[in-house]
């Protein structure tokens, strides 16, 4: 079964142990000092895309919100023994959208992170399209899955896939009213930029 993780919680231990405030994380990161507050203080829960962006800015890998974990040559993942999931909601139980499932948690030097992802159907749609160094790699198993990239807007099915530069705006949400679930493989990109 699965543990869930507070990101949040997680993102204040490793600002706060850089000696970082949250002025000197919003510099870094783009985010206003109150959107990384409701983060920390579990109000809402960072998107992927939002988390690759603070893990550049606090010098960690990405799973580095996810908890603690030996690093390993390779890592072998069981059907129903994922090693964390992380429900994004408010801390009021306000479903905001999503919840994901690290599959590559513990590899040692690794550049992408595969994770399983549940898009649910909510009553509001977030129309914050997310920036970042890398790219992105997205399969859908179950469900409809909306994308919008930049000004083009595009509904993808089972089979479906898209494989996309970060730098592009964009912004991933369930279609209809039942669950997507995709695969997403994201490589964060090289902080010099050599990769």
Known sequence: ????VEVGKKIRELREARGMTLQ???GKTGYSSALLSQFE????????GALVILSR???VKLTSF?????????????SGEHEVTSSVSSREGVNLGYNYEALGFGLEDNRMEPFLVTLEPVPIKEKHLSVHEGEEFIYVLEGKMRIRLKDHTDVLSPGDSIYFKCS??????????EPARI????YAGNKNGKE
Do not use: Y
Request: net charge negative.
């Open 41 to 48: 203080n579990h109000m809402i829960s960072p998107p992927l």
């Open 183 to 186: 695969l997403a493989v994201i």
């Open 24 to 26: 000197d994380l919003a």
């Open 57 to 59: 800015a606090l010098d």
């Open 66 to 78: 996810l908890g603690e974990g030996l690093a390993q040559p390779f890592v072998l993942v069981r």
């Open 1 to 4: 079964m699965p543990k869930t």
């Open 168 to 177: 592009i705006p964009h912004h991933v949400t369930c279609d209809g009213s």
